[in-house]
């Protein structure tokens, strides 16, 4: 079975800290995503990845940047936390070809920023 | 951009009833997948469907691509608790390097 799991469940930060979100899938797929969760706003994609040290812009970059070194790690980070960047967020990954292929979704970060 | 609207955003119903979510797109898909995420839990990969008037079923969900591949629904016979959550319908962005989500419809069923 995949297996993508995510650094932590639960995460209090400050405003104006810097925070990293990591993600690791164990199957060897190429893409991967970066998504955050609000309520009645569904998911929206921030950033994804379909090679090691290539990364795009998804619908909503803005106050994110995303890392990439190793395949099966990728990594979301908030340069300077705000309020508005509370959220559910969720990592997934899929076999090249993103479009058509299964999204593996992790199990979230729940992050509060205070 | 592109987007898909999936209605209803709730919908609450009595164990043993019917329920039935609604994905339309302005455009032409490829193809159609469909998510359900438990509540406290993460999105599961349902389906995908990819044909022109295709109908599949798991069990009591029926899941259905229309003729012209712009809109799909999922239907569940008689409800139960178990089917509590949020079900997404998601569709190839235009590049076909991303999906794109419905915002959901969130199922509630009381005993």
């Known amino acids: 079975d995949v297996k993508v799991t995510q650094s932590s469940r639960y995460l209090v930060k400050r405003t104006g800290e810097k925070v990293f979100l990591e993600c690791v899938q164990d199957?060897?797929?190429?893409?991967m995503f970066w998504y955050r969760q609000d309520p009645g706003l569904g998911l929206r994609l921030i950033y994804f990845s379909y090679d090691v040290k290539m990364k795009e812009k998804g619908d909503i970059p803005e106050g994110y940047s995303v890392s990439r070194e190793k395949k099966e790690r990728f990594s979301l980070i908030l340069e300077s936390a705000s309020t508005n960047q509370t959220s559910m967020y969720l990592c997934a990954s899929t076999l090249a070809g993103a479009g058509q292929e299964t999204q593996y979704f992790g199990p979230g970060t729940r992050l509060l920023v205070l | 951009g592109q987007q898909v609207m999936q209605i209803p955003q709730y919908q609450h119903v009595q164990e043993g009833e019917d329920f039935t979510t609604y994905c339309n797109s302005s455009?032409?898909?490829?193809?159609i997948q469909w998510y359900k995420q438990r509540p406290g839990g993460h999105p599961v990969f349902l389906i995908q469907?990819?044909?022109?008037?295709e109908v599949k079923k798991q069990k009591r969900l029926t899941f259905q691509f229309g003729e012209a591949k712009k809109n799909s629904s999922l239907h569940i016979t008689a409800t139960q608790t178990t089917d509590v959550g949020t079900y997404f319908c998601a569709v190839t962005n235009q590049a076909g390097t991303a999906l794109i989500f419905g915002k959901g419809t969130t199922l509630s069923v009381s005993s």
């Open positions: 469907l990819v044909k022109s008037g």
């Open positions: 455009t032409t898909l490829s193809n």
């Open positions: 199957m060897d797929h190429e893409n």
